[in-house]
Nanobody, 125 residues
Framework: QVQVVESGGGSAQAGGSLRLSCAVS????????VGWFRQAPGTEREGVAA???????IYTDSVKGRFTIASDYAKNTLYLQMNSLKAEDSAMYYC???????????????????WGKGTLVTVAS
């Protein structure tokens, strides 16, 4: 049974930093894509960043230069380092994974098959 569990959300001031973690367990896969998505109240879910099994990363434009996605393969853990936070970054952040090869691994991916329950990020302006 694949499990995806996020942690690390919380509150921060604008300009501050937070680091989210995502533990993915219960699988064995040589090819995969994992990513972060977010959804603010009253808005549609949007992709933030993704990384695939060869280490390639893609970010949505609004977080480029501020957020960094990284994975620790030994720990089966995904991270999202969020710096220079803005009020508009406030949202529920979800970690998601697809544990097979895909044609596209990025914020716009519709192939994610395993989702966590989310962790809340609140940025005060």
């Amino acid at each position: 049974q694949v499990q995806v569990v996020e942690s690390g959300g919380g509150s921060a001031q604008a300009g501050g930093s937070l680091r989210l973690s995502c533990a993915v367990s219960g699988y064995t896969a040589s090819s995969y894509c994992v990513g972060w998505f977010r959804q603010a109240p009253g808005t549609e879910r949007e992709g933030v960043a993704a990384i695939n099994s060869d280490g390639s990363t893609i970010y949505t434009d609004s977080v480029k230069g501020r957020f960094t996605i990284a994975s620790d393969y030994a720990k089966n853990t995904l991270y999202l380092q969020m710096n220079s936070l803005k009020a508009e970054d406030s949202a529920m952040y979800y970690c998601a994974a697809v544990l097979r090869a895909t044609s596209y691994c990025g914020p716009g991916s519709s192939d994610m098959e395993w989702w966590g329950k989310g962790t809340l990020v609140t940025v005060a302006s």
